[in-house]
């Protein structure tokens, strides 16, 4: 069974943990909310295709240990949609580095905010022969005059496509005017 590891999965990214456990994956789930878990495996079935990972990606050692645990379990993952805040500065790395183990070729949907420079934090990015490395970049929607950011649910419909289409960078929503993006 094909393997995928979501970190964010039971927030934002619910949709996108259901998706791919409709699409065959077996998905392991970094989460620390323990009633938004509850709800996914519930929407997810019985059927035990998902595996908690309760753990705050900040703790590089709980990290490490949890991902090396989902793939002993789990077997090799096959694809990475991240959604990692800039206070963890080490978990993407770390991640990269256990699933890169697995000497497998895999892909690593990396999920940006409006702010992000695409190009510095690819420069940066540290991506190993077996990874292929996509960026996909959260913007905003205009209606009208006004701007708010977009829904959880327009986000995961947007990740689902970018998994799909495969491009190097993908966009949800806009970035222009940058000066109507929402406080």
Known sequence: MKHALVIGGTGMLSKVSLWLIENG???????????RMKKLIQEAGSDGRVTPL????????DLKKNIHQTIKQNGNINIVVAWIHSIAENAL???????TKGNTDWELFHILGSRANLEEI???AVVPINCKYYQVQLGFKMEGTRSRWLTNE???????EAIKKKKNMFMIGQMEPW???PD
């Open 54 to 61: 309760f753990v705050d990606y900040r703790d590089s050692d």
């Open 179 to 181: 000066e109507k993006r």
């Open 25 to 35: 994956y077996h998905v392991s789930v970094i989460a620390r909310n323990a009633e």
């Open 93 to 99: 790395q770390i991640i990269v580095n256990e699933v």
């Open 154 to 160: 327009e986000i995961s419909e947007g990740i689902i």
């Open 122 to 124: 690819k420069k940066k």
